[in-house]
């Protein structure tokens, strides 16, 4: 099943590039991505809540090299498979609607991102996951070059650079591994016991490269050309799936590889998490292009789930997981519908706007619901991994947790202003008025509903979402159970569960 869900994206960019007309290339692109997420539904039908891989399928593919072709999902990287399922035809369903220009070339490149994407998410091969890694390189840097606005090969040769110098340090790193314990192997090497002192500068390697690609601070400068200058649907697949590839590349490799040197590393980590979070807040305060605001509210939301994982405890690191899916749908969602006001009047600077409810409340109503999602509003999904992130990394340290709280403080500063510059006060520009700005039609609403309908169902009823992370974040070695306040939150007549099991947020929420 695995195999059908990495490769099957890759087929339908084949069929793409073959059909004969653009309208059949829009059905075919938009059928391939809909029939990938339909595959990666079936993966919760037969799902167990236990730490061990799952759907796993291992081949011999390079055997004299000990090389495996070797794929598993676990709950740590189930919830951002369906992720990267669901904003795919979102996003082809956006671009069929307004890229003009050699449109099949467009949507293969979409695809075979999708497939790039889904690979690094499921190898546990390390040669393997560094095919996919790199692969996904390739596609975003050619969409945001060809298709993206004025300054865009700029944006694309940064973003390929950053992301190249990072990536070259983690293969030596991948192949020292190698030397040392004699397999590629995920499993394996975590079963091997690497020395102490290649820990700490394989370590180092793979970290640069997954904090390029988050991006942590200081190496976030990268991201805001890219996200500008991006087509929309780039910006969407961008924000909502390939800056998790860092974040997942901690948890999956790092953690588990390296525990050493993550106990050395972790509050240097945590500290640059937290003045990313206060930076790129304070930042995206400072914009006046609503597109670039989102592009630095990237770069402070990713700083959360940075700090969650490295408080290493199970309530920060569970909340890290489902913050990943969570920043995913509410900043997808945001760069959605800065890309469909742009379509409509040109122009992404805040001050052109204002009073639209009265022009576009439909519009309106949607960019609420999706800023207050983003910026953490109870009952939506953003309070709730948040405040599992604040939770377990007050337990490690109060001072980042109460500076990453006020964090969430000026992330409703800026949306709001935001919100209230765009949307509120007098509709005094003509170029808003109704008659010449016209609502949200029906496609744009079906693409924007899947994702509302997912802020509320993980704001309300999150342990549907936990469950199945919480037992392979249990399993990390490096990650502590949390004991303290557990007493406050056992249900006294069910003794027969063990603290490992029990997750805060149930009785809290």
Known sequence: MLSILTFLPIVGAIVVLLAPSDSLKKWLAFGATVATFVVSLLLLPGWQEIPD??????????????????????????????????????????????????????????????????????????????????????????LIGKWGSQNR?????????????????????????????????????????????????????????????????????????????????????????????????????????????????????????????????????????????????????????????FALNEQAVSGAVLQMVNHGLSTGALFLMVGMLYERRHTRLMKDYGGLWASVPIFSFFFLVVAMSSAGLPGLNGFI????????????????AVLGTAGVILAAWYLLHAFRQVVQGALTNPANLKENLPDLNWKEIGQLVPLVLLFFAIGLAPNFFLDKINPSVAALEVVQTPAVGHELLVDSSDQSKQDSDINPLTTIY
Request: hydrophobic fraction near 60%.
């Open 53 to 142: 891989m799952q759907f796993v399928e291992r081949y011999a593919w390079m055997p004299d090299l000990n090389i495996y072709y070797h794929l598993g999902v676990d709950g740590i990287s189930l919830w951002l498979v369906l992720l990267t399922t669901l904003l795919m035809p979102i996003a082809v369903a956006f671009s069929n609607q307004h890229i003009k220009q050699n449109l099949g070339g467009y949507l293969a490149l979409m695809l075979l991102m999708e497939t790039a994407v889904l690979g690094v998410f499921l190898a546990l091969d390390l040669v393997l996951f560094y095919v996919f890694w790199e692969f996904s390189l390739i596609p975003m840097a050619f």
């Open 153 to 309: 090969i700029y944006a694309a040769v940064k973003f390929f650079l950053y992301t190249l110098a990072g990536s070259a340090l983690m293969l030596v790193a991948i192949l020292a591994l190698y030397f040392n314990a004699g397999t590629f192997d995920l499993l394996e090497l975590q079963r091997a016991g690497l020395p102490p002192g290649l820990q700490q500068l394989a370590f180092l390697a793979f970290a640069l490269a997954f904090a390029i690609k988050v991006p942590l601070f200081p190496f976030h400068t990268w991201l805001p050309d890219a996200h500008v200058e991006a087509p929309t649907a780039g910006s969407v697949i961008l924000a909502g799936v390939l800056l998790k590839l860092g974040t997942y590349g901690f948890l999956r490799f790092a953690l588990p590889l390296f525990p050493v040197a993550v106990a050395n590393y972790a509050t240097l980590i945590s500290i640059l998490a937290v003045v990313g979070i206060l930076y790129g807040a304070l930042v995206a305060l400072a914009q006046r292009d609503l597109k670039s605001l989102v592009a630095y509210s990237s770069v402070a939301h990713m700083g959360f789930v940075v700090l969650g994982i």
């Open 385 to 400: 991994g948040e405040f599992a992130i604040l939770l377990g990394t007050f337990k490690s340290s109060p001072i980042l």
